[in-house]
């Protein structure tokens, strides 16, 4: 190991900023953009890292009183790093004036974190909250998700400007390193038991998360050959641990947005021990790698939305590191996944975002095939070949069918079963999307903005993580959290003509009355003269106080006897029901979370159906057609 990881830095697929050749062939609008971005950061006063926001977490539970300032630093560094490689700009440490005013303040952000206190974000670090403190001590590090982002800061920013950081900032490579050192790699080496390590089989994203960052600055910062391997064996077998909780179907049950952030980087982990150890250490030959490649493609709806099961928002930010799945795509020579990876590029507008991070932004801007294949001008393409007209998900029981293959037109339903202790876990068991040419108009709110208590006891004191503000029935009760809170008797089904999931969820509810409720979900395509429909039928046994369906929609609802129809940005169903059964009622959700208002614009509506005569069983369906 010793001997293959020698001088690594040369065989990470990155040059540094004097490699000219490679860094001025990046597409002029790509440099153009960046260029521009990194003035106007260049206009704007740096984010300030305080005691007060770190404190509010505790006080308050505004994590994003700091969390937000450390990402906005963050994304500055990375931003003005970019700037300063793609313009080769350097002078001597004894220059005066603005000769190079992005790396001079890519160094200012630099020091700037390698002199705050704590790089952890509030809310994980256990030790401060064992004290009963509020001020972290800079003596006593906590290895977490700020911790891991910081540290992969440093170690891209010294790989690709190091020559111009010694002539402009001498001494400066050698406060990274001690920084990294002290409060990741030691840490990571010295405490074996992190539970982000998920040795109790319980790993998720904090995993691969943690993992390719202290990999990153093994391979860029530990100048310790022998260190240097003991630490990627640490790391190959801490990963060893993510992989082996990953569902065979490739699923992520913490939702799409956690994909970049768990699987993505398990794949860029990949990447980099293959190019660092050739063959060797080449391990991305696992057939479960196909599978979690195309986890994204099989939850895409259409545009920038996706199915969002978990804490993951229904549309993807424009900070995805895209370049990742596209090169897979071409490796494993899945041409649609490279597809639907440009396609997303596309609709974000960036190649290579920052926020993604510096070394998932160098990366992109490295590879000419990448940038070339987003930049390219082509005429406007409405073809998808990464929809397929049906997918199954068997380990987290999700199916996606969709009126038509290869396109997001007419309709396209999403469900779910599974169970109510997954990881970001909502009470949605039994859940189902409906979206009308890609947009989703019965939806999952996703995730608000996160606190102090969202991932304690209180979780479900939100009103986004309950089941009453999801898609499924409330039969004299709502859903319990816990993994034995679930669905059975889970059964998929499809041809050309029909597809549909079956699955009896009265295992998802506190004991009672509720003897059974059979959810049963079908897309029926269109045939002739017949238009395609989404049937939703709800069976139950057992004398329940009430039955309510409740139903989330996005956008303008017009509500009439046994009908409701639903519109927006173009796009429209309607839904039907037997009045004689049901009463209907819908409620106005004004939204003032930031997020939650990011996804849906001002409002969400609750449409509930209240059945009239429950008895000791019972019988509704739903049926949703497109408003054409």
Known sequence: MTRLLSDPAGRIGVPDVTHRKVWDAVPRRVRERLAADARDELARPEPRLTAGAWARAARDGDRGAYEDRAWELQERVSRLVLAAVLSGEAADATAAGEVCPHLDAAVDGLVRFAEASTWCWAPHDRFTAARGEVVPDADEPYLDLGAAEVAALFAWADHALGPHLDRRAPGLRRRLRREVDRRVLTPFEEVRDWRWIGADGNANNWNPWIHSAVLACALLLCEDEARRARLVRLVVAGLDH??????????????????????????????????????????????????????????????????????????????????????????????????HAVAGARQEGDPAPPRAGLGRALTALADPRWCGAVTAGAARDESAPWLAGQVWLPRLEILVARQETASARGLTVAVKAGHNGEHHNHLDVGTYWVAAD???????????????????????AAWPFQSAWHNVPEPGDTQSPGREFTAREVTASGDGGRSGLSAELSGAYPDGPLSGWRRSVSLVRATGEAPAYIDVRDAWRGRVPYVRLRHLLSGRVELADGLARVTAEGAGVVMRWDSSLCDASAERLELEDPLLRDSWGAFLTRLTLTVRDPGSAGEVTVRWESAV
């Open 242 to 339: 993510y992989m082996a909780a990953l569902p065979d179907d490739g699923g992520v049950d913490e939702g799409i947005a956690y994909w970049w952030a768990g699987a993505c980087r398990v794949l860029e982990v990949l990447d980099l021990l293959a190019g660092v150890g050739g063959p060797a250490l080449d391990a991305r030959g696992l057939p479960l790698l196909g599978e979690l490649l195309r986890y994204p493609q099989r939850m895409h709806l259409g545009g920038s939305w996706y199915v969002n099961v978990g804490d993951a928002p229904p549309r993807l930010s424009g900070d995805r590191p895209w370049h990742v799945p596209y090169r897979w795509g071409e490796r494993l020579g899945l041409a649609e996944t490279s597809a």
């Open 438 to 460: 890609g947009r989703p108009l019965v939806v999952d709110a996703g995730r608000p903005r996160y606190t102090g208590q969202t991932f304690g006891p209180e979780r479900y």
